[in-house]
């Protein structure tokens, strides 16, 4: 079955800094990969996606990246504010089929 | 503003008693997945049913749980019998697999095994 792995677990950076968490999934069958944002004691919210098909996605300050020859994605946080301070998941599936999560990210904004 | 819900939001229990958690998703929704979420493991897939069929429990410890959809309007998940080890926080989303799959969670049921 998939397997997602997420990286790195903590990540510091100053407010205006930019911000990159990686992740690397294994069935090369995979075609879906959303990442989602959870606030302290909140539910995990859909923050972008990107299927199979694209490259690359950007809504304003975030942006996804997808190599799929490497089976590798990534999310990039531009200009970062402490409202972006939480925990995010990547995620990788077949269309269709139950998301697979990675261990989560803590991002703290420090302004 | 459709929202999953789930209750209880909070349980807490003594090892050894029943737990059921209670699921409604997104009205048309015909995706439905259990999602365990604990410091150490993340949020770790439980279950996950299509139509109300069960597709996949092999994230699921047969002897103790068991996850259900008696009609399109519930989920449900149990643990018996509850040990400590079974803390955590169970997310129940849902999503429409023919759109695409988006998994709408639902707050979630804090559940604490003394």
């Known amino acids: 079955g998939e397997n997602v792995e997420q990286h790195p677990s903590t990540l510091s950076v100053q407010e205006g800094d930019s911000a990159v968490i990686k992740c690397t999934y294994s069935?090369?069958?995979?075609?879906?990969f959303p990442w989602y944002k959870q606030e302290l004691g909140k539910r995990p919210q859909l923050i972008i996606d990107i299927r199979s098909n694209v490259g690359e996605k950007k809504d304003q300050r975030i942006a996804v990246t997808l190599n799929k020859t490497a089976k590798h994605f990534s999310l990039h946080i531009t200009e970062t504010q402490p409202e972006d301070s939480a925990v995010y998941f990547c995620?990788?599936?077949?269309?269709?089929?139950?998301?697979?999560f990675g261990k989560g990210t803590t991002l703290s904004v420090s302004s | 503003d459709a929202r999953v819900t789930q209750t209880p939001r909070h349980k807490v229990t003594e090892m050894g008693q029943e737990v059921t958690m209670r699921c409604q998703p997104i009205?048309?929704?015909?995706?439905v997945f259990w999602y365990r979420q604990t410091m150490m493991q993340g949020l770790e897939l439980l279950a996950y049913f299509r139509n109300r069929a069960p597709l996949d429990d092999s994230g699921m410890p047969k002897d103790r749980f068991s996850a259900e959809m008696p009609d399109a309007t519930l989920a449900t998940l149990k643990i018996q019998p509850s040990e400590p080890r079974d803390s955590a926080v169970y997310f129940c989303?849902?999503?429409?697999?023919?759109?695409?799959?988006?998994?709408?969670f639902g707050q979630g049921t804090r559940l604490t095994v003394v």
């Open positions: 995620a990788a599936s077949i269309v269709g089929t139950a998301l697979i």
């Open positions: 009205l048309g929704h015909n995706t």
């Open positions: 069935d090369s069958a995979s075609n879906y």
């Open positions: 989303a849902s999503g429409l697999d023919r759109v695409n799959t988006e998994a709408f």
